[in-house]
């Protein structure tokens, strides 16, 4: 099956500080999305991004399905960034297996 | 507001004992999922269904039961709970294989 890899596993920045976390994928894809994780546990859709560049605030995501990854931006960091960021994909016309990468845990610190 | 809503949040129960968790979702969505999370293997789909009475096996099926008979419920059955089954569950939703996964809440559950 896909491969999916988040890099860092884990990112400690200052309060106000930018970031890029990366998702690499090991197939083309034709589903790909951004999910936090804050402390309590929810999962946050953050992005449906296949291709392109969206942007949402301070928050940005960009897909270059060519070359098998994704981007997300995350500008002037806040404490309630904090949390594990993953990236998911799926391969194949209408498929509904969405596989997940391990993560990026986030902490921001005051 | 649009949600998927998961019931119970916490559940500590024995082996064997039978128990649902229920999903219900309220935004018309056709996809509806579960998902299990564990540290260090990540999150795991367990069931997905793509309309009423279509459901088929995601990763890690073995030990769960789903029935899907109105658009809007999706329960997850555990018809002899197992230690090893003790997790976080999620269940999301989508309008289709396409678009962007919603999650509920989250249950967990502790098998003892």
């Known amino acids: 099956g896909i491969q999916v890899e988040q890099s860092p596993p884990d990112l400690i920045l200052q309060e106000g500080a930018n970031s890029t976390l990366r998702c690499n994928f090991s197939?083309?894809?034709?589903?790909l999305q951004w999910f936090h994780q804050n402390p309590w546990g929810q999962l946050i859709n953050l992005f449906y991004i296949p291709s392109g560049t969206k942007q949402n605030g301070r928050l940005s995501a960009t897909t270059v399905a060519t070359e098998r990854y994704s981007l997300l931006y995350i500008s002037s960091s806040q404490t309630t960034d904090s949390g594990v960021y993953f990236c998911a994909v799926s391969a194949g016309a209408g498929s509904y297996q969405l596989t997940f990468g391990k993560g990026t845990k986030l902490s921001v610190i005051p | 507001e649009a949600q998927v809503t998961q019931n119970p949040r916490y559940l500590i129960t024995v082996t064997g004992k039978k128990l649902t968790v229920t999903c219900s979702q309220n935004m018309n969505h056709e996809y509806m999922s579960w998902y299990r999370q564990d540290p260090g293997l990540g999150l795991r789909q367990i069931y997905y269904s793509m309309n009423v009475e279509v459901t088929d096996k995601g990763d890690v099926p073995e030990g769960y039961k789903v029935s899907r008979k109105e658009k809007r419920n999706f329960p997850l059955i555990l018809e002899s709970p197992s230690p090893n089954q003790t997790s976080l569950y999620f269940c999301?939703?989508?309008?289709?294989?396409?678009?962007?996964?919603?999650f509920g809440n989250g249950t967990r559950l502790t098998v003892t």
């Open positions: 197939d083309s894809v034709n589903n």
């Open positions: 999301a939703s989508s309008l289709g294989p396409n678009s962007p996964l919603h």
